[in-house]
């Protein structure tokens, strides 16, 4: 059969116009056959993946399971042609209704020149007039994708045809006016992802083709290394019934294998200009490449990115046509896919000599390193110049890595070198150092700082004077922080000291630790004012970034305050250097940490509502506070939503924090948040739950730096007390007692307040109320100061009875009063007997609005027509029942409970 010009006439291969054959072993892929059905009520779908996807063995097995009339056509380079292409659109046609497109077909034979719009017009009209739609699979697009047969297709579709349901596969996509027919829901998309073999699938072939069962773990291993690339698993599977390597993944998908380069040449070299071959091998090496990055590896002696740059092989990438994906929505940067890189890699080793290839690692070296992709220029180094050139690339960014924040690249980076070169070099040893202390694995540190001296003192390194005193500099800080743990004031203070002496100006991490040592250390001698003047002088003589410099010192200070259990203290500095909401001090970070802190003294002193309105905000996203600082903000909102009756939140709270740190394996922080979930647990009424953790809890050595919110030693006291047994008693008696000596010995005033507490609750369910009472009543002089409140209430209703019994001789009768009224609320809220703010009077919340637009009580009463004494007998009533110290903590909880809303 012919169709064409009388001078130019198209030999119609008829083969061309049958979908292949399905390979025996195929297998049908039930939801894609169902979306292929659906789409195919749309003018257009499009089938877009790179070669060995399946997606001719697709739509052929879809043809040949539907039924209505279908056509196929499987395009060559040479039908780019738009007189060729229309006369095999045509041919097409024909295959399903012979007599159809007449008016075509007299045009194409008409001898006038082809136009594109033209021709759509007469094939719109021919197709139109067919008795019921037609499925045309045009196979191999990408062979066609020529300007005049995009103008056609575009026109067929512009006004697309109730004759004609396109299917166009592809290996990339096709330059056509996708988007208008996009956002009109036209057309029918199936892609790459879409196309990739599940890990049943991958399954699935190779039972079939091997004949028998793989292994999940092996079957892991194929599904990661193929990425669910259908033909990479099949040649996989074929090695394996070949006797290529048994079910060794590894060894049935090297990139040298005969049948893998066999596929690659033929499908995908032989489509490419020479110039985008020789950038595919020297871009092989990179595990994730950029155009940038392209022109360094591609550049020679005459020009930057050779002749024609990186733009020959990022048009072969960008196009889709290849094993390679894009990272990320912006398409700025790509990677290959792994078979197809190893394979790539293999074709470089035969191409170029050991010396060429270590000069392209080199390259990617230099380029990720000034770019700041440490982790992926530590392997480039040591590939282009060995363990010590990549050791002193890191070595190089110790002073940005050393912080807590960048814990976790350090990490990776130093995993990448070999563990010798680390263990030889100081600097090294020192960054390892600092790893281990943002880890929590204290006890090792000793040992690395005794290398590091070893090696200064044996000159192993050639380093210079000043590096040597640099890193003696690190040694002491190390050292002084492992003297503070140990609760050495005096070697604190001595290390730190001399710490500061050797350590540059550029080493600001280090440096800022040694002023929080110094300062820390002198607290723990009992020298508070000192240790404010050392915070005060260092914040004074600050130069670097306030992010680094300023705000740990910040952070420091209010520790030091929490400490102290210096309430006022602690809400100055946190006003005095995060003013809220609008401060120009530090990071919405920074900020999220001021709302800590004065979260803290607002739950203390038992200022529910004020607290909660602080803390909220501080774990939103945008505020982005560090890591650390956000499980401990998370604590501290859990006890609020607690101590307001809001159980599940405080415990979904809690929750999410322990499951986002088992994740991250941040075992240091999940130990102190699993201990805070059974303190949690225990309040709840949920003991089971909390003996289980305090089985599996190892209290460790006899050194307790407690800081923050919450202790882990003394949840497990409180565990022991609670479980009421004799044994139990005994072991919580024994703890308690290390506590106290220990706590009392480094001036930590907060929690040795709970440790007093707790010995009066445990003395007193061993009934000895002489004991109790004079535990309580050391807890209550050292607690009052501040006006503590809540780290008596969090201990639950046992301490009621040893509070009345306290002497008011003691003078803490007021204070004391304070501490029942709060226990008498939270028993009654956490019993369910009262929902905050639920018992309001109308006119009780008439005056709770006028409080809200800040009337004043005599303003309230003419307003109300009642007595000032009435106003304010009301006003007490609202703060109580809203659990609320002041106005404006009651304006707070309202809005928060939502009381005052309109009905």
């Not at 995009?150 to 349901?165: K, N, V, Y």
């Not at 048994?246 to 893998?260: I, T, Y």
């Not at 690659?264 to 950038?279: K, M, N, R, S, W």
Request: with cysteine.
């Amino acid at each position: 059969m012919s169709v064409g010009l009388a001078a130019h006439t198209v030999q119609i291969v008829f083969s061309k116009l049958r979908p292949p054959p399905l390979v025996a072993d195929y297998f049908p892929r039930s939801e894609l056959l169902r979306r292929l059905e659906v789409g195919c009520e749309l003018p257009l779908t499009v089938l877009s993946a790179p070669a060995g996807y399946g997606k001719t063995s697709l739509a052929a097995c879809w043809l040949e399971g539907r039924e209505g009339p279908a056509a196929w056509l499987s395009l060559d380079d040479d039908d780019g042609e738009l007189i060729a292409f229309a006369s095999y659109f045509v041919a097409a046609v024909h295959s399903a209704f012979p007599d159809a497109c007449a008016e075509t077909v007299r045009y194409l034979n008409s001898g006038q020149p082809c136009s594109p719009t033209i021709l759509a017009g007469r094939l719109s009209n021919d197709l139109d007039a067919l008795p019921v739609p037609l499925v045309l699979v045009l196979d191999n697009y990408q062979r066609v994708d020529s300007t005049p047969v995009q103008t056609l297709l575009d026109r067929l579709l512009a006004h697309s045809s109730d004759g004609l349901r396109l299917v166009i596969v592809t290996r990339r996509t096709p330059q056509l006016c996708l988007s208008a027919l996009r956002v009109g829901g036209a057309l029918a998309e199936i892609g790459t992802a879409d196309l990739q073999f599940s890990e049943r699938e991958s399954a699935m072939l190779v039972e079939r083709c091997v004949g028998h069962v793989m292994v999940a773990t092996t079957l892991a291993r194929l599904q990661e290394t193929t990425e669910g690339w259908p033909v990479g698993v099949r040649l996989a599977a074929l090695a394996m019934r070949n006797g290529g390597g048994g079910d060794d993944v590894d060894l049935v998908c090297r990139g040298d294998l005969p049948q893998v380069q066999q596929y690659f040449f033929e499908e995908l070299f032989a489509q490419q200009v020479p110039e985008a071959i020789d950038g595919l091998l020297r871009t092989s090496i990179l595990e994730r490449f950029c155009a940038p990055l392209c022109d360094v590896m591609l550049a020679t002696g005459e020009a930057p990115g050779g002749a024609a740059g990186s733009q020959p092989l990022l048009q072969a990438v960008s196009s889709g046509a290849l094993l390679c994906s894009a990272i990320g929505d912006d398409g700025e940067w790509y990677r290959y896919h792994r078979m197809f890189r190893e394979f790539l890699l293999c074709q470089l080793k035969l191409r170029l000599g050991p010396g060429e290839i270590a000069e392209l690692h080199r390259r990617a070296a230099d380029w990720l390193e000034t770019r700041g992709c440490l982790e992926e220029a530590i392997p480039h180094a040591l590939a282009g110049g060995g363990a010590a050139v990549a050791g002193r690339l890191l070595a190089r960014h110790r002073h940005v890595l050393v912080s807590r924040e960048q814990r976790y690249r350090l990490d990776r980076c130093l995993r990448r070198l070999p563990p010798d070169i680390v263990e030889n070099d100081a600097e090294l040893l020192a960054l390892k150092s600092w790893l281990m202390y943002h880890q929590g694995r204290h006890v090792e540190i000793p040992a690395v700082c005794d290398r590091i001296e070893w090696l200064i003192e044996n000159g192993v390194g050639g380093l210079s004077t000043v590096a040597h005193e640099a890193l003696s500099g690190h040694v002491f800080a190390l050292r002084s922080l492992q003297a503070y743990f140990e609760g050495r004031a005096e070697v604190t203070v001595a290390f730190a000291e001399r710490a500061l002496r050797l350590l540059p100006v550029a080493c600001v991490h280090a440096r800022v630790t040694a002023q929080a040592l110094l300062a820390g250390g002198r607290q723990l001698a009992g020298d508070l004012d000192g240790a404010r003047h050392a915070i005060q002088q260092a914040l004074v003589q600050a130069t670097g970034p306030i992010d680094a410099c300023q705000a740990p010192l910040v952070a420091t200070l209010c520790l030091i305050d929490w400490m102290a259990a210096d309430l006022s203290a602690l809400q100055w500095t946190a006003n005095q250097y995060y003013p809220l909401p609008d401060s120009g001090f530090g990071t919405g970070g920074e900020i999220a940490l001021g709302r800590y802190f004065l979260g803290l003294v607002q739950y203390q002193r038992n200022e529910l509502a004020l607290a909660e309105a602080t803390l909220v905000p501080a774990v939103a996203p945008s505020n982005a506070p560090r890591l650390g600082y956000r499980t401990e903000i998370s604590y501290v909102l859990a006890a609020v939503h607690q101590a307001l009756g809001q159980a599940d939140r405080a415990r979904e709270i809690v929750d999410r924090v322990c499951a986002h740190l088992q994740q991250n394996a941040d075992l240091p922080a999940l130990f102190r948040a699993r201990a805070f979930q059974a303190d949690l647990a225990l309040r709840q009424g949920r003991l089971n739950d909390a003996v289980e953790w305090a089985r599996g809890f190892d209290p460790g050595p006899v050194h307790y730096v407690y800081r923050f919110f919450s202790a882990p030693h003394l949840t497990l006291a409180k565990v022991w007390i609670a479980e009421g047994t004799a044994e139990a008693h005994q072991q919580a008696g024994r703890l308690l007692q290390l506590l106290e000596e220990d706590l009392a010995s480094r001036h930590n005033v907060r929690f040795l307040v709970e440790v007093l507490a707790l010995q009066a609750l445990l003395q007193h369910a061993m009934a000895n109320e002489v004991a109790a009472t004079d535990y309580l009543g050391r807890a209550v002089a050292l607690a009052q100061p501040a006006g503590l409140i809540r780290v008596f209430v969090d201990l639950g209703q046992d301490l009621v009875k040893p509070l009345k019994r306290l002497d008011a001789g003691h003078g803490h009768a007021s204070y004391v009063g304070r501490l029942l009224a709060a226990l008498n609320d939270d028993w009654l809220v956490t019993a369910g007997r009262q929902q905050v703010g639920a018992d309001l009077t109308r006119r009780e919340l008439k005056i709770l609005k006028l409080l809200a637009v800040r009337l004043s009580n005599v303003e309230i009463s003419e307003e109300l027509c009642i007595s000032r004494a009435t106003v304010k007998r009301h006003t007490q009533n609202i703060y109580r029942k809203l659990r609320a110290s002041s106005r404006r903590e009651a304006v707070v909880r309202a809005r928060t409970l939502n009381l005052l809303a309109d009905g």
